[in-house]
């Protein structure tokens, strides 16, 4: 019902001049504007109306002859509790619609097309599974759902983009993601909205969002190098991985063919499932974390892998999973 | 309330002023009073090296690429207008200033219970200012106010520890002025003023006093953990060396939201007792809003996660804080419809202090609701590190606690100095703030809609007309802070003589000399009626009668 009642006000909202709004770029944009707008409504309202009690008061009970003595104030019990009640409701309300929407926006589709981001100071990275890499810009398909894979080479930073309503602040260490699904070409601005150095406001780019075929093209002019899976298996020989991860099980370490995803018992009891953050953890301090039935002779790979190779060597980790379900 | 025959003063020339003179006489005093008066000469120049790195900043973005400074200095004002606003001014400004003064006038007695404790938060006031204005000059900080780490333990190459290390001392300052307080409150009171009884101002300061001494040494063991990292590479948050970069926003945030409620209380503290005053009336549900303070003070405690809703933190987390965050609303809420009902037929009188007052309550009344756009989830993933913070936290802390400082200012001048200032250059100021205010952070919350992050040096060009608006609009402000300065420094000598109570205005601190004496009281009072008893008090004089002129009851 709110919602519906938002619609005209959005509608009045893009008049030329000065915007209210940033352009509506992907799905969950409309909804977070009606939501935006209402509450804008809800504070319009409530000032208004103190303001104008206020001042109505101020006029009407100016200190003027006759009005010198006012009487006693005296307690009026309903008139505290209606008060208390009616914005309690509204919050209430508030709070229902903006924590379902905030649900709805957070999960990714399963079926997400996947892209890869480092933050450095003051640069953003970004990789296509596929191998094109780019720097500060980032080309997107239309009516693809689309989820950022987020990490930072040193402090953190935040990935915001606008025109799609989202932003996740991106930490050292670990991984965060966001997701967004185009609704129209063009290109946006995506910026630092997490405060990260002297060139912080220098941490800027532009998404272009461009049809499937369009994209296609790209794709297949900027795919010159190699597959971020490509890259994963040469660093996977290069740092000598190969040696003790052996397909079969014979090596010093577990076999790695279809691990991700899969619960991994520790030495400590912990059973953890193999996500992004614990192969991470696996190569920068496989210390941290020994597994139950393997001796703990991994050397740590701290400082001698960017978080970029790190990231393909996960890709390459995941492509053996699929492999083997594959040949399955 | 009326007190049972308090004598008149022996000579009324002597008074805390006068009654010795030289440095020695102010630099070690145990008079809360003169300690009032240190705080305030010491924040007043904090306040202006504040503003004066945000008349920097405004200059800087009237172009998209930024006009006068560096982005390196350009991070470094904003640091700075950071630190020095909010640890040495803002928290400071009403408990330590206004708090210190009434405090014990307030409940009728000679001094707080620690004299010698208040003169020692005083000094540890301007040793943590020393550090802080030692990093300035020593070529500046760039953390931002809120140190986050890895940057400031790892990465930021600029005075940290000097600067974190002056928030770190002034921290001592404000606990020991709140274990100050909240012994004076219990212990001190006159006969007759039961809790009760207490003027709402006291109750705020209670409630702020509880959170500076629970809140407190929180923020003050994170520094030392930053400090830690950065000397000597105990890896606590930075991951590098094994720590998590979170754990510092938990520990930081435990502390800062309720920091928050310690600058905003104490404003809705002198809200109370000039609303009251000047339109002669009980406040409205007294009892209500003297437990919305002590529930704002609880609740304050359990919000901090609203500020990292993107940080990655469990999306139930969020669930959980967002819905603390909206139960925090409701007190301050509660509050607004009190100030108003209490208007309701009054005998209203427009001087500085009412007009103060009233602007307070329409900005925090914005301030409040904007919060609510933050405490969502869905639009807070939008709005937060933009602009829209930015404006939104100017209204409650200059909307509110500024506009509260100066009601309060000039409220209790006549009491402080026993002068009056100009009323018309009062009346002109406050309306020009108000201007300058709006102007000033309004455009900021269109900017953060359409996405302009903060602490951005340069900015894109479609960003341009509403700092420009901004910008204008500093600089009204700037202007109109100034003319406070120089009229009130000017009442000091030529003022008109004020008399013990100039707005026969009810409270034990009117009931004494202006200025009082050193020992507040000739005697000890006796309470005996409620607080704010203004139908057995005469009415609020005139205008003209207040500038000298014509019949006190016209």
Known sequence: MLKVLTLPILAALDWPGI????????????????????????????????????????????RREGNLKPA?????????????VIPSAICALIFVWSSSLYFENSRAPNASMEIFVVGKQWMWHLQHPEGPREINELHVPLGVPVKLTMTSEDVIHDFYVPAFRIKKDVLPGRYTSIWFQATQTGKFHFFCAQYCGME?????????????????????????????????????????????????????????????????????????????TFIRQAITNPNSMPLENYAPVMPTFQGQLNEEQILDLMAYVKSLGALERKAK | MSTAAVAPPRDSRVNYLNANYGFRSWLLTTDHKRIALLYLMSITVMFFIGGAAATLMRLHLITPGGTLVQPATYNKLFTVHGIVMVFFF???????????????LMIGAKDLAFPKINLLSWYIYIVGAGFTLYAILAGGVDTGWTFYTPYSSTYANTQVIAAALGVFITGFSSILTGLNFIVTIHKMRAPGLTWFRMPLFLWAMYATSVIMVLGTPVIAITIVLVAFERLLHVGIFDPKLGGDPILFQHLFWFYSHPAVYIMVLPGMGVVSEVIAAFSRKRIFGYSMVAFSSLAIAVISFLVWGHHMFVTGQSIYAGLIFSVLSFLVAIPSAIKVFNWTATLYKGSISYQAPMLYALGFIGLFTMGGLTGLFLASLATDVHLNGTYFIVAHFHYIMVGGTVMAYMAGIHFWWPKITGRLYPDGWARFAALLIFVGFNLTFFPQFMLGYLGMPRRYATYPAEFQVLNVMSSAG????????????VYLIWSMRYGKIAGPNPWNATGLEWKTASPPITENFEETPVVTEEAYDYVHMPPMPSSAALAGEGDANV
């Not at chain 2, 500093?474 to 300065?485: E, H, K, Q, R």
């Open chain 1, 19 to 62: 915007p209210l709004r940033p352009e509506p770029g992907s799905t969950i944009a409309e909804g977070v504007d009606k939501l935006h707008f209402f509450l804008t409504g809800i504070t319009f309202i409530f000032t208004v109306t103190i303001f104008s009690t206020i001042l109505y008061f101020a006029i009407k009970y100016r």
């Open chain 1, 72 to 84: 006693a104030t005296k307690t009026i019990m309903w008139l505290e509790i209606t008060w208390t």
């Open chain 1, 200 to 276: 912080h406001a220098g941490m800027i780019g532009w998404v272009y969002v461009m049809t499937p075929g369009d994209y296609e093209v790209w794709l297949a002019g900027g795919a010159k190098g190699e597959s971020m899976t490509q890259a994963g298996a040469r660093l996977f020989t290069q740092y000598g991985c190969d040696t003790c991860h052996k397909p079969d099980e014979t090596g010093k370490g577990p076999s790695l063919d279809g691990i991700f995803g899969k619960p991994q018992k520790l030495k400590d009891g912990r059973t953890l499932n193999v996500d992004e």
């Open chain 2, 90 to 104: 803002m928290i400071p400004s009403i408990p330590a200033v206004l708090g210190n003064f009434l405090v014990p």
């Open chain 2, 474 to 485: 500093a600089s009204i402000l700037g202007i109109a802070y100034l003319i406070p300065l």
